[in-house]
């Protein structure tokens, strides 16, 4: 059973930037895809960026051009690196991977708060 286990999140002036990271158990991780959702306070949660087992990506308008994701397989890692942060990213950011179903498998979160 693969396990997602974020991290990097944190407090950050508009402007900034961050890098989250995931990192996955298990052998498997170069045959499946990932993706980055968020969800900020009394909102649903939304898609912000994926990229496939053959590292095609994806992403959402509100992200493009501010973030990139990426993943390394020899390190079993997923990244969002997020530049020029608004207050309006500010949400929990999970990752989460396509096993045996679409994004069937989540981690427990990271918080990103984005000050004006």
């Known amino acids: 059973q693969v396990q997602l286990v974020e991290s990097g999140g944190g407090l950050v002036q508009a402007g900034g930037s961050l890098r989250l990271s995931c990192v996955a158990s298990g052998r498997t991780f170069s045959t499946y895809g990932l993706g980055w959702f968020r969800q900020a306070p009394g909102k649903e949660r939304a898609f912000v960026a994926a990229i496939g087992w053959n590292g095609v990506s994806r992403y959402a308008d509100s992200v493009k051009g501010r973030f990139t994701i990426s993943r390394d397989n020899a390190k079993n890692t997923v990244y969002l690196q997020m530049n020029s942060l608004k207050p309006e990213d500010t949400a929990v950011y999970y990752c989460?991977?396509?096993?045996?179903?679409?994004?069937?498998?989540w981690g427990q979160g990271t918080q990103v708060t984005v000050s004006s």
């Open positions: 989460a991977a396509s096993i045996a179903g679409s994004y069937d498998t």
